[in-house]
């Protein structure tokens, strides 16, 4: 998808819905490109009037042409703000702790934030009420580690404006797909993989913002590993930026999924020891140095046995997995190989890496968790994110190493028909646990 602020998308219709609930006013006559009249200056705009308006592409951006009168104020957004955190008691912790409501009062009063982009947000919070959640809590987030990190304070803004607006291209994709509940089919990813840049065109339209917000905008949802999009790319060819807006959001997430950041100093542990980014270190000092109240992110008794199962089930396809990595690696060894080649070992590296470091590769841990499946206990919800990661490492190696594999023409036939065979070895276990619902979503 391409942005065009004239074109119609999702966009129209959610603004359309949000007149429902206020005033939504023609700032100006509305016409197509092709100069028909569509709606007079003053006209309130109503959910079938938007509809209409969405059938053309205007002469002018649609936030332009159109108003809502009671749009986000940067107090507005400061409340949200301490709305917020009275229901993230971890976060609250971290800023008390801290001394930072002083520097969020700052980041939302102290620099004049672009009409269009404060109307953008109130769309965002009156249609999509979770994703606007997780956007404050990410950009927040994001200034704490700019703030632990001792960025200087003109960073710490930038990172703040690019958290804050890095998911505003969402509101411009089929919101079906946004707010789907079941797990999306790769062409599904596919679509909504494309708004970190949607988000990037937004900003780049608003003005006023640096190439490297820009940049960050659109990497934030890179992996160090290369797993993530829309680009793949790996730590090498990230910016820090952009890898730390990524982080967040990975943090974000499994606070979401998990009830408290806390739950993320597990996955943080192993990342630092693979990934070796000053980021992670400083998010993992951050947490452990935070009195976080009472975690919730232990399991309930009533469902440690499930999940003890699974992770075994998820255990046993990884040690498969494993078997079929080294051997990937060792033939790998012996090869001469060109970029994509090399990319792809790299990645074998880092998965083996992920493995030995974690305790995932060690026979030991099938025992410890049939052991705890008759507790109440947090290892078994540390142990599942980092089983699904490297599951979503190993899918990610699997489709890289299947187009090298095509291009490539190098090898040897034998060699190619045993790294083919491997690869479609490494497939076949992914689908069972794709089919047992155990890989990441």
Not at 198 to 220: D, N, P, Q, T
Not at 233 to 257: F, V, W
Not at 345 to 371: K, N, P, V
Not at 384 to 398: C, D, P, R, S
Request: aromatic share 6%; net charge negative; proline share 3%.
């Amino acid at each position: 998808m391409k942005y065009n602020a004239r074109a119609p998308d999702s966009y129209t219709r959610h603004l359309g819905r949000a007149s429902e609930q206020q005033p939504c006013i023609a700032q100006q006559d509305i016409y197509n490109e092709f100069g028909l009249l569509l709606v007079k200056k003053g006209s309130r705009i109503s959910t079938k009037l938007a509809t209409k308006i969405g059938e053309h592409t205007l002469d002018q951006p649609i936030d332009e042409a159109i108003a809502l009168e009671d749009a986000l104020t940067p107090q507005d957004l400061l409340t949200a703000f301490q709305t917020l955190s009275t229901k993230h008691a971890d976060l609250r912790a971290i800023t008390e702790q801290r001394e930072a409501q002083g520097l969020l009062d700052t980041l939302c009063l102290g620099q004049p934030i672009p009409r269009v982009l404060l109307q953008k947000l109130s769309v965002m919070q009156s249609q999509l009420p979770a994703q606007f959640e997780m956007s404050l809590l990410g950009a927040w987030l994001s200034a704490l580690l700019t703030l632990a990190a001792q960025w200087p304070s003109t960073a710490i803004y930038q990172v703040f404006s690019a958290a804050l607006f890095r998911d505003l291209g969402l509101l411009h994709l089929d919101e079906t797909l946004v707010t789907k509940d079941t797990p999306l089919n790769a062409e599904e990813q596919r679509i909504l993989g494309v708004h970190p840049r949607v988000s990037r065109s937004i900003l780049l339209e608003a003005g006023g913002f640096s190439e490297e917000v820009l940049h960050a905008v659109a990497e934030h949802h890179e992996h160090p590993a290369g797993i993530g999009f829309p680009a793949g790319k790996t730590s090498n060819n990230t910016s820090q930026m952009g890898q730390l807006l990524a982080l967040a959001d990975r943090l974000c997430l499994i606070s979401a999924e998990q009830g408290s950041l806390s739950a993320a100093i597990p996955y943080l542990r192993t990342s630092i020891s693979i990934y070796q980014l000053p980021i992670l270190q400083v998010a993992y000092r951050l947490l452990l140095a935070t009195q976080f109240e009472d975690s919730p992110t232990q399991c309930q008794a009533g469902n440690s046995q499930q999940l003890s199962d699974e992770a075994i089930e998820r255990l046993v396809s990884i040690g498969a997995i494993f078997a079929f990595l080294v051997i990937l690696q060792h033939r790998l060894q012996e090869l001469s190989l060109d970029a994509r080649g090399e990319s792809f070992a790299q990645r074998i590296d880092q998965a083996l890496t992920l493995l030995h470091t974690s305790g995932l590769a060690s026979i030991d841990l099938i025992s410890l968790l049939d052991e705890l499946k008759d507790e109440v206990s947090a290892e078994l919800q540390d142990t599942e994110l980092l089983e699904k990661e490297f599951l979503h490492i190993a899918n990610h190696i699997y489709r890289v190493g299947a187009r090298w594999c095509l291009k490539d023409t190098q090898q040897s036939k034998e060699d190619k028909q045993v790294i083919s065979e491997t690869l479609a070895s490494i497939h076949d276990v992914l689908k069972q646990c794709s089919s047992h619902n155990m890989l990441a979503d």
